[in-house]
């Protein structure tokens, strides 16, 4: 299972931008998808979380400029930023805990990430 993330870039403050995320591999299920994101100097953070019944979850920084969905169809699960600000410049990584199956049969649950997305927001 893979995971590839797309979408960021560089905005001025008030800009938006929309991240993507597909999972592919031999999938049976997504259970929770999320994004998480990181600055420089700082730990790793959660931004956003949906699960598989569609309950989304926001960290405070974020609430109401940020929104989560997903896409179970396609395996994908995307963050529309908006109201961006200075602070929200990090690495953006998505996350999904997946049921998948294995290659000698059977299925396997585990945690899977992507690699990775600059988001930079200038003032």
């Known amino acids: 299972v893979q995971l590839q993330a797309s979408g960021g870039g560089s905005v001025q403050t008030g800009g938006s931008l929309r991240l993507s995320c597909t999972a592919s591999?031999?999938?049976?299920?997504?259970?929770?998808m999320a994004w998480y994101r990181q600055a420089a100097g700082k730990l790793r953070e959660l931004v956003a979380d949906?699960?598989?019944?569609?309950?989304?979850n926001y960290a405070d920084s974020v609430k109401g400029r940020f929104t989560i969905s997903r896409d179970d169809a396609k395996n994908m699960v995307f963050l529309q930023m908006d109201s961006l600000k200075p602070e929200d410049t990090a690495v953006y990584y998505c996350?999904?805990?997946?049921?998948?199956?294995?290659?000698?049969?059977?299925?396997?649950?585990?945690?899977?990430w992507g690699q990775g997305t600059q988001v930079t927001v200038s003032s």
């Open positions: 591999g031999s999938i049976f299920s997504i259970n929770k």
């Open positions: 949906v699960t598989s019944d569609g309950e989304s």
């Open positions: 996350n999904a805990e997946v049921n998948y199956v294995a290659k000698y049969g059977g299925v396997h649950r585990d945690d899977f």
